[in-house]
């Protein structure tokens, strides 16, 4: 065993992509162990390894971990990016809910049927610009502050960072009206770990496409 926590997942950004992006801010190596085949699947649930029978899972100080919130959550604490106290830590999980119920919203797009995909987009534009980002743009005006909470790096920068990226990807003109989350984008793109990240050939995930779900149905019969 190397010592680096190894990752159980389809070879594609969904649940596990935050748990990478987190991982790699914390500058910590990890290996990926992809489930390409259903049978790669029912051996994990074979040895007991997949505790509800679905991943992502990691392996990770001699624990096997399911479930992408308590795998963060583990993450964060060892790696002293979850605030200094309990009001801290509780301001950090409600706005990670925040950022978790948009990025679902986008995580599912590429599952969307063709005839529905229209609205779905109109949607989620909508609630980036009226109501997800306002409320970012906001909490960073109250306190002027370079960080979303206690002015220090926390894992839920990373995660709205994750979620400006794809937003991006989707319409760049979404982030124009909001200064200070662009800056905040820019300055947390420039830390080391995370820009070693965003180089070609790391182990983020490019954009799901038609292909790769293809592949992830076969795997996972859905």
């Known amino acids: 065993m190397s010592g680096k926590p190894v990752l159980h997942y389809f070879n594609a950004r969904g649940?596990?992509?935050?748990i990478r992006w987190l991982l790699a801010a914390a500058g910590v190596e990890f290996e990926e162990k992809f489930i390409e085949r259903p049978e790669d699947l029912?051996?994990?649930?074979?040895?007991?390894?997949l505790m509800f029978e679905q991943?992502?899972?990691v392996e990770i100080d001699g624990m096997t971990l399911v479930q992408t919130r308590a795998i963060l959550n583990y993450i964060a604490t060892k790696y002293d990016l979850y605030g200094k106290d309990v009001k801290e830590r509780a301001l950090i999980d409600m706005y990670a809910e925040g950022i978790a119920d948009l990025s679902e919203m986008i995580i599912h797009l590429v599952?969307?049927?063709p005839d529905q995909k229209e609205?779905?987009?109109a949607l989620i534009k909508d609630r980036t610009k009226n109501r997800y980002l306002p409320a970012f743009e906001k909490v960073l005006k109250s306190h002027g502050q370079n960080y979303l909470v206690g002015n220090r790096l926390t894992r839920v920068d990373i995660h709205l960072l994750e979620l400006l990226l794809y937003v991006e990807e989707m319409d760049s003109s979404l982030l124009a009206p909001f200064p200070l989350l662009k800056a905040l984008k820019s300055r947390l793109s420039?830390?080391?770990?995370?820009?070693?990240?965003?180089q070609p050939g790391s182990q983020r995930k490019p954009p799901t496409d038609e292909k790769t779900i293809e592949e992830a149905r076969k795997v996972f019969k859905f």
């Not at 649940?15 to 935050?18: A, F, L, S, T």
């Not at 029912?42 to 390894?49: A, N, Q, T, Y």
């Open 15 to 18: 649940r596990m992509e935050c």
């Open 42 to 49: 029912e051996k994990l649930k074979k040895d007991g390894k």
């Open 55 to 57: 991943v992502p899972m």
């Open 119 to 121: 609205a779905k987009i």
């Open 190 to 198: 420039n830390l080391p770990n995370v820009k070693k990240f965003l």
């Open 111 to 113: 599952v969307t049927p």
